[in-house]
């Protein structure tokens, strides 16, 4: 285990190159988002989403989400995108807003008991977004255990994960650009696959650092569950 000061430009470059490394061997590594910290693995990798899974102690029927670095790869993991979820990311992406699409029938992963969706999120932390131009889509999940309060620091991360996890990126407290609301709360979660019908709707299913007002602002009422 090994923590890295990303405020320090010499220890920035020793953690990223370590955390690809990291990634890349299949094993864990924690960054910063904009709301909490989160634990990141290959989500092309089954055994290193499953280390994941293990690390916060989940099953399988609770899938991490996956953290992307932009907008062209939502087109390349979705099967469908409707026109509600591109003005929805449009505004809050990159940022606090994770979207449940149809996962492309094609994609070789094993994020666990999906049900054939992926939950798709596109931070605005400038470390994550580096990491992620650099390793491609992380399955990504808070960095504490579960049942425990998200980690807004490194420390409290470290506290929870200890040695399950090879390579932490400390930016120090994390969550502050959300005033008005907890970044403990995390991403606002929101079910899109609904949307794929005419009369269908959009759902909430985690209220979140984005208001539901905001949301139902874009997509419109008539649109929202």
């Known amino acids: 285990m090994a923590t890295y000061d990303t405020s320090a430009p010499a220890e920035l470059l020793t953690g990223m190159r370590l955390a690809r490394q990291t990634i890349g061997r299949g094993e864990l590594v924690v960054i910063p988002t904009d709301t909490v910290y ?128 090879a390579v932490y990126l400390d930016a120090g407290p994390v969550g502050e650009g959300y005033a008005d609301a907890d970044p403990r709360s995390g991403s606002t979660i929101v079910d899109a696959t609904g949307l794929e019908s005419p009369n269908g709707k959009l759902r909430i299913v985690r209220h979140g650092v984005i208001a539901d007002d905001e949301i139902v602002a874009i997509v419109g009422a008539d649109r929202c569950a």
């Open 38 to 165: 989160g634990v990141a693995a290959d989500a092309f990798a089954p055994a290193a989403v499953a280390r994941l899974l293990e690390a916060k102690g989940r099953e399988r029927t609770a899938p991490p989400p996956v953290l992307i670095p932009g907008i062209p790869t939502l087109d390349a993991l979705a099967e469908v995108v409707p026109d509600e979820v591109r003005a929805l990311v449009a505004r809050f992406w990159p940022g606090g807003l994770t979207v449940i699409v149809r996962a492309r029938r094609t994609l070789d992963w094993d994020l666990g008991e999906t049900r054939g969706t992926v939950a798709l999120r596109m931070p605005s932390d400038p470390i994550a977004l580096e990491l992620l131009a650099e390793t491609g889509p992380l399955a990504v999940s808070s960095a504490n255990t579960t049942g425990e309060p998200a980690a807004t620091t490194v420390a409290e991360a470290e506290a929870m994960l200890g040695d399950a996890v």
